[in-house]
């Protein structure tokens, strides 16, 4: 590991309040979540303190409205505060992201007395959410998902499987899309489902590559009962509000990416600098200054679509064409900087003893999830050229 200082990206912020919380975000960065990354990712150990701590920080609502205990704060700061987050642990600016999009549904379709009831506890009550679309079966075709919900009276009955759930099994409650009409997009179902839910069981967490201190499991609904006054949205709306989600979802991913790329690009540069070899440091190298110069530009160019998107979103414009490339561009990003990464620091990049290599493996599931980066080149061309022949 270097002892070199991280090096801080200068961000142009709205306000001296937004500046203020980048300010407090990276010294929770660098006092609480940093320091132990490296050791709690090899022990697949999850933070749930740091989740409290941000919590009680304001930290996990950021993008949602102040009466329900959110922070008020642009998409173009939140996107900014989980780059920070994630450049210092990925799990956690990760599970910030997932967090938020567990709260979306509710806090963009819920009725009014929905969101009194819920949404406090989940922006800053130091709960913390999950979001189950993808199932065994059902990934990039999400509107085939199986999980069903059965009216019962005055609940439904949730019986299925769901797949590939960041914080399953820990989270305290969880934005469930089921079936409850016909095959379809226009047969799913939104539900607010507590994670103490009678019949709701995890698996055993995946075993990844890495991310590891973010648990991903299966969720298996035995039959779970839950009143229709958690029902979010009118029936058959779910899938709707799934792909709204997805689209802030996306720039969440995008943001970490770069934040990802971000620390990689600062182990590099501080090894290049200090690391000796002809009798001068290797950053004097003309190859290795290029590789620099080509990371850092790939980081730039991210944050910039990826920034422009969450403009257009808080000026409440059309985004879903931006967030899709912003998620492509900087994931890939993100891929082809940690490999290099790794390249720069030779073959000490390939031990364990920099955080180089868990870098390049944290890069590679960003590229898949949220939607894989294929289905992001679909999303963009069907703007570009309409929907494809059937």
Same mark, same amino acid.
């Given at each position: 590991?270097?002892?070199?200082?991280?090096?801080?990206?200068?961000?142009?912020?709205?306000?001296?309040?937004?500046?203020?919380?980048?300010?407090?975000?990276?010294?929770?960065?660098?006092?609480?979540?940093?320091?132990?990354?490296?050791?709690?990712?090899?022990?697949?150990?999850?933070?749930?303190?740091?989740?409290?701590?941000?919590?009680?920080?304001?930290?996990?609502?950021?993008?949602?409205?102040?009466?329900?205990?959110?922070?008020?704060?642009?998409?173009?700061?939140?996107?900014?505060?989980?780059?920070?987050?994630?450049?210092?642990?990925?799990?956690?600016?990760?599970?910030?992201?997932?967090?938020?999009?567990?709260?979306?549904?509710?806090?963009?379709?819920?009725?009014?007395?929905?969101?009194?009831?819920?949404?406090?506890?989940?922006?800053?009550?130091?709960?913390?959410? $999950?979001?189950?679309?993808?199932?065994? !079966?059902? %990934?990039?075709? *999400? /509107?085939?998902?199986?999980? &069903?919900?059965?009216?019962? +009276?005055?609940?439904?009955?949730?019986?299925?499987?769901?797949?590939?759930?960041?914080?399953?099994?820990?989270?305290?409650?969880?934005?469930?899309?089921?079936?409850?009409?016909?095959?379809?997009?226009?047969?799913?179902? $939104?539900?607010?489902?507590?994670?103490? !839910?009678? %019949?709701?069981? *995890? /698996?055993?967490?995946?075993? &990844?590559?890495?991310?590891? +201190?973010?648990?991903?499991?299966?969720?298996?609904?035995?039959?779970?009962?839950?009143?229709?006054?958690?029902?979010?949205?009118?029936?058959?709306?779910?899938?709707?509000?799934?792909?709204?989600?997805?689209?802030?979802?996306?720039?969440?991913?995008?943001?970490? !990416?770069? %934040?990802?790329?971000? /620390?990689?690009?600062?182990?590099?540069?501080?090894?290049?600098?200090?690391?000796?070899?002809?009798?001068?440091?290797?950053?004097?190298?003309?190859?290795?200054?290029?590789?620099?110069?080509?990371?850092?530009?790939?980081?730039?160019?991210?944050?910039?679509?990826?920034?422009?998107?969450?403009?257009?979103?808080?000026?409440?414009?059309?985004?879903?064409?931006? /967030?899709?490339?912003?998620?492509?561009?900087?994931?890939?990003?993100?891929?082809?900087?940690?490999?290099?990464?790794?390249?720069?620091?030779?073959?000490?990049?390939?031990?364990?003893?920099?955080?180089?290599?868990?870098?390049?493996?944290?890069?590679?599931?960003?590229?898949?999830?949220?939607?894989?980066?294929?289905?992001?080149?679909?999303?963009?061309?069907?703007?570009?050229?309409?929907?494809?022949?059937?």
């Amino acid at each position: 590991m270097t002892d070199r200082a991280p090096q801080w990206v200068e961000r142009r912020m709205p306000t001296e309040e937004s500046r203020e919380l980048v300010a407090l975000v990276r010294d929770i960065a660098q006092r609480e979540i940093a320091p132990r990354a490296a050791e709690e990712e090899d022990a697949g150990r999850f933070p749930r303190e740091v989740f409290t701590l941000l919590s009680d920080s304001g930290l996990l609502g950021l993008p949602y409205d102040s009466a329900y205990g959110g922070g008020d704060q642009p998409y173009e700061v939140y996107l900014q505060v989980l780059e920070e987050l994630a450049a210092a642990r990925l799990t956690v600016g990760l599970g910030v992201s997932v967090h938020s999009l567990a709260c979306h549904a509710l806090a963009g379709y819920g009725t009014k007395e929905q969101r009194a009831e819920h949404l406090p506890a989940m922006l800053g009550g130091g709960l913390l959410g $999950a979001y189950c679309l993808s199932e065994p !079966a059902s %990934g990039s075709d *999400a /509107a085939s998902l199986r999980t &069903k919900a059965v009216r019962d +009276g005055d609940d439904w009955v949730i019986t299925g499987t769901k797949a590939w759930i960041t914080h399953g099994g820990i989270a305290d409650f969880y934005t469930v899309l089921a079936r409850t009409g016909a095959e379809g997009a226009r047969g799913i179902t $939104a539900f607010l489902v507590p994670g103490d !839910a009678e %019949g709701l069981n *995890a /698996a055993a967490p995946e075993k &990844k590559m890495g991310l590891k +201190g973010s648990p991903t499991a299966q969720l298996n609904f035995d039959g779970v009962r839950v009143a229709d006054a958690r029902r979010i949205g009118e029936e058959g709306q779910g899938f709707a509000i799934a792909l709204s989600a997805l689209d802030s979802g996306r720039l969440g991913i995008a943001a970490c !990416a770069i %934040g990802v790329a971000q /620390a990689a690009l600062g182990e590099a540069v501080s090894y290049a600098s200090g690391r000796q070899q002809f009798g001068r440091p290797i950053a004097d190298f003309q190859g290795l200054r290029f590789m620099l110069a080509d990371m850092a530009t790939q980081i730039e160019a991210g944050r910039a679509l990826y920034l422009e998107a969450a403009r257009l979103r808080d000026e409440g414009k059309p985004f879903s064409r931006q /967030a899709a490339m912003a998620k492509l561009f900087c994931t890939d990003a993100a891929m082809r900087v940690t490999i290099d990464a790794v390249q720069v620091l030779g073959g000490y990049g390939y031990t364990l003893d920099f955080p180089v290599e868990r870098l390049m493996r944290e890069a590679k599931v960003l590229q898949i999830v949220e939607g894989t980066n294929q289905i992001q080149r679909m999303v963009i061309a069907r703007h570009l050229a309409g929907p494809e022949a059937r």
